[in-house]
């Protein structure tokens, strides 16, 4: 598609639930990236994808959170049993390339996550 | 590691004021130098970047100098609109690596 999609752009949970995020990149951005931003704070780097490589998925905060992506397809991002911690817009972004420096990260609009 | 450091805001503004944001970065390799702006309810948009020392990256009437003498790309311009308030982010990539993020500095312009 033209830009990045992600889908909800707004999900209101109730604690212990699980949710799933989707993440749409740019056709042809082998990379993709997922990141949380709580309110009013910078970003925080959760799980990148480079093409059909083992993702990184150091950023992760617990074991709750879970992400895949389809070959250089559409990405989502679980969390299980939902906490109120967790609320926060969740964004994702691709590249053309991983580890290239010219290439910048085009953004989705994000996923806003409230869990009440 | 690599990393940005950019000054905290929030910066306030009255409109047509001269703005500047600084940013600093740390990084071992030659990296390309960005700045994101983040308007309200929105993901991040890529607004200039740099790819090499002494490059000067511009749009909508902001610059950022690539400066490897001072390890900076401090965003700059000339006289700033409601409009353009947001969160600029500065962000660093070198060769291998994965965009390293400043802080984010918010702007507010005033009428």
């Known amino acids: 598609g033209a830009g990045v999609s992600q889908s909800p752009s707004n999900k209101v949970t109730e604690k212990g639930k699980d949710v799933e995020l989707r993440c749409d990149p740019i056709?042809?951005?082998?990379?993709l990236y997922w990141y949380r931003q709580r309110l009013g704070q910078g970003l925080e780097f959760l799980i990148y994808?480079?093409?059909?490589?083992?993702?990184?998925k150091s950023g992760l905060p617990s074991d709750r959170f879970s992400a895949e992506r389809t070959g250089e397809s559409v990405s989502t991002l679980t969390i299980q049993r939902t906490q109120q911690e967790d609320s926060a817009v969740y964004l994702c972004a691709s590249s053309l390339e991983g580890g290239m420096p010219n290439y910048g990260y085009t953004f989705g609009s994000g996923t806003r996550l409230t869990v009440v | 590691g690599d990393s940005v450091t950019q000054m905290e805001g929030p910066v306030t503004l009255s409109e047509e004021a001269f703005l500047t944001i600084n940013c600093t970065y740390t990084a071992t390799g030659y990296p390309s130098l960005f700045w994101y702006v983040q308007y309200p309810g929105e993901g991040l948009q890529l607004l200039l970047k740099a790819t090499k020392a002494d490059d000067k990256g511009s749009n909508k009437g902001f610059e950022a100098t690539y400066r490897k003498e001072t390890t900076s790309f401090h965003l700059e311009k000339g006289s700033v609109q409601v409009s353009d308030s947001a969160v600029y982010f500065c962000a660093l990539r070198d060769l291998g690596d994965d965009m390293r993020f400043g802080a984010g500095t918010r702007l507010t312009v005033k009428p």
């Open positions: 056709s042809g951005h082998t990379a």
């Open positions: 994808f480079q093409g059909n490589s083992a993702p990184d």
